[in-house]
């Protein structure tokens, strides 16, 4: 079946400009978590999705960036204000339930922020 | 506080050769770590996966060491191929945190 998929694959924005960035995760996965990698660098827990649970936005790193999801489906990110220090990839994963570790990953989205 | 890291950031083997790609982490309430493969401008990619009851797991060609003592955590990769050439990033987790936390990554170039 389909993977994980991301869109839009690259994005550039200007500083100052909100963008949106979209996940669809694997059908039937209940759990969905969003990740920034900056250039050379680990990824970093943003926010995580289970269900119809509360998010876990423990990562979110300013009140900037929020996601939402409706149900076990699309999720979007969205960064308002976009900074240059946003520039990275963000990446999203889903996996089957909350105890299934085993995350897929989509190819991710490269924002540039000029 | 907690993190996860790497003792190389690079690594080169020959092809045919047996790779090593170390992970140190300091948090000792980890419950769960993982090896990911992740190539150029794709999303990363499950290789192996360790609980933290376990010492050693073995998979296909790889094979993940857990020494709980020294927090130490290992990638042995066997026969390298060319098509190994990638970042390897471990990552851990507590079974009650989403927070699954990632290493910096450590570059494999298998040379032919």
């Known amino acids: 079946g389909a993977g994980v998929s991301q869109s839009p694959s690259n994005k550039v924005t200007e500083k100052g400009k909100d963008v949106e960035l979209r996940c669809d995760p694997i059908s039937g996965h209940t759990a969905l978590y969003w990740y920034r990698q900056r250039l050379g660098q680990g990824l970093e827990f943003l926010i995580y999705f289970q269900g119809n649970s509360a998010p876990d936005k423990s990562g979110l790193p300013s009140d900037r960036f929020s996601a939402e999801r409706t149900g076990e489906s699309v999720s979007t990110l969205t960064i308002q204000r976009t900074q240059q220090e946003d520039s990275a990839v963000y990446l999203c994963?889903?996996?089957?339930?909350?105890?299934?570790?085993?995350?897929?990953f989509g190819p991710g989205t490269r924002l540039t922020v000029t | 506080g907690e993190s996860v890291g790497l003792h190389l950031p690079t690594l080169s083997v020959q092809e045919g050769d047996n790779s090593i790609i170390n992970c140190a982490y300091s948090?000792?309430?980890?419950?769960?770590f993982i090896w990911y493969k992740q190539e150029s401008g794709k999303g990363p990619q499950f290789i192996i996966d360790?609980?933290?009851?376990?010492d050693k797991r073995q998979g296909q060609r790889v094979t993940v060491l857990l020494n709980k003592t020294v927090k130490h955590l290992s990638l042995q990769i066997a026969a390298t191929q060319p098509g190994d050439s990638a970042v390897y990033f471990c990552?851990?987790?507590?079974?009650?945190?989403?927070?699954?936390?990632f290493g910096a990554g450590t570059r494999l170039t298998v040379k032919p």
């Open positions: 990552a851990e987790r507590e079974d009650n945190n989403n927070d699954m936390r």
């Open positions: 948090n000792s309430a980890s419950d769960y």
């Open positions: 994963a889903s996996s089957s339930t909350e105890l299934d570790y085993e995350q897929y």
């Open positions: 360790i609980r933290s009851n376990m």
